[in-house]
């Protein structure tokens, strides 16, 4: 599957970099893990349907309910129709130099806070439903006051986010300039129980699938697919002895596409069925 630069496939004059960026995102079909190379920090105010995103070794899932603000970098997104046949959202892009600028002039002089999580969910409300309905490409683009208009926009969910999550918010903020890469390792282990498969580990990796194969054997001594399996399976015989749960409650989740090949590597494995396990 190809990578997608945003927003730079979304920007027409390609010779612009703008520091703020707005697009109105629609979709007829649904769209699953496709890689997303995201060049600005960005909100994603969903309209219509369900969005979920992998980043590192963390993921989230919103609907029309909630918005996202993304941190820059590499990403699995998973866009789906709800009942309706389109899916809409609005994108609002903004630069490190946009951030670094508000920050500055507007809250505390913090130190860079660690955050762990590179999204931030936030809950929808009549205000940001109001700012959401507000934000169209159409009217803030292409015009003399287009770029000023562009600034209050900014400012003002910044600001309104600030007031509705105070200090959790300020800080996700100032995470967001942390040059802080997340570890190989780190996005390795936190994908253990996940069902991605190796090249979309590789990909949150930010690496080829060669050489994250390569890194990864350097590190674990065996290569990525017997690793993951081991694990992955091994997990999959503590929640079938853990009693409450089946083998076809877990095969999807383990990362086994049907149930029949996830029966029969883990009798390869354990020497039993899944299903002497859980009986």
Known sequence: MPIENIPEIYITDKKESPDLFVYDFKMTSDVVKSKVNLGMNMFSFLQVGKKQVHFAGTSVAVNKDQSLLLKKGNWLWTELL???????????????????????????????????????????????????????????????????????????????????????FEYYLHSLISKEISPFKKVVESNINSNLKIEEIAFLCNMSLSTFKRHFTSEYKE???????????????????????????????????????????????FGISPTDISN
């Open 223 to 269: 290569p990525p697919g017997k690793w993951f399996q081991d694990k992955r399976l091994q997990k999959a015989k503590e929640l079938l002895q853990g009693g409450e749960l089946k083998a076809s409650d877990i095969y999807l989740d383990i990362g086994y596409n049907n149930l029949s090949n996830f029966s029969i590597a883990f009798k390869n494995k």
């Open 82 to 168: 709800d009942t309706e046949a389109i899916y809409y959202c609005k994108l609002f892009f903004f630069s490190e130099k946009k951030l670094t600028d508000f920050l500055r002039k507007y809250t505390n002089d913090i130190k860079p806070y660690k955050e762990d999580v590179p999204y931030f969910v936030i809950e929808n409300d009549d205000y940001i439903a109001a700012f959401i309905s507000s934000l169209s490409s159409n009217t803030l683009t292409n015009h003399s006051y287009s770029d000023a208009l562009l600034v209050l926009k900014f400012e003002e969910i910044m600001l309104y986010l600030l007031h509705k999550y105070s200090n959790a």
